[in-house]
C-alpha cells in the first residue's frame, strides 16, 4: 500500500471507531443523571450509624404516626405542615446525640423521620420491625 492510501484508510478507521463508540457513550452520561436522581437528598443531619442505633433503641416503642389520605411519599426535605404531629426525642437521646437536641421525630412505615425545627425532614432511619 502506498504512504497516502495508509493514512486515508487509517483515518477511515478512526473515524468508523468514533461513530460506533459515539452511541456508546450517550447510555453511560444518562446513567450518572439517572443514578443521581435515584439517591436523592442528602440528609440535613450528620448521623453516624451509631447515632442511629441510638436513635433507635431510644424511639423504638414511639407509636407510629397513621397516614392521612392521600399523604405523598415523605422524603428527606419535604416540609411538614404544622399540624404534623412531632414528638421530642428523650432527654437520654439528645445527650447521646447532641446533633439531634433541636430536632424532634415520628415514625411512620418502620422509619423514624428526623425533623429539624423548620419541621423539615432532616433523616429517615429504618426502624427494626417489631
Request: aromatic residues 4%; glycine residues 4%; proline residues 12%.
Amino acid at each position: 500500500m502506498r504512504p497516502g492510501r495508509r493514512s486515508i484508510v487509517t483515518g477511515m478507521a478512526c473515524i468508523l471507531v468514533c461513530m460506533t463508540a459515539a452511541p456508546l457513550a450517550t447510555p453511560i452520561a444518562q446513567a450518572e443523571v439517572s443514578l443521581a436522581q435515584i439517591t436523592g437528598p442528602k440528609p440535613t443531619v450528620d448521623l453516624t450509624m451509631d447515632d442511629k442505633h441510638v436513635i433507635k433503641e431510644f424511639t423504638q416503642d414511639a407509636p407510629d404516626v397513621p397516614k392521612k389520605p392521600g399523604q405523598a411519599e415523605l422524603t428527606i426535605g419535604a416540609k411538614l405542615p404544622a399540624d404534623f404531629p412531632l414528638q421530642p426525642f428523650p432527654d437520654e437521646a439528645a445527650k447521646k446525640v447532641p446533633e439531634i437536641k433541636a430536632h424532634q421525630f415520628f415514625a411512620q412505615d418502620d422509619k423514624i423521620f428526623v425533623v429539624d425545627p423548620t419541621r423539615t425532614i432532616a433523616e429517615i432511619i429504618p426502624r427494626d420491625k417489631r
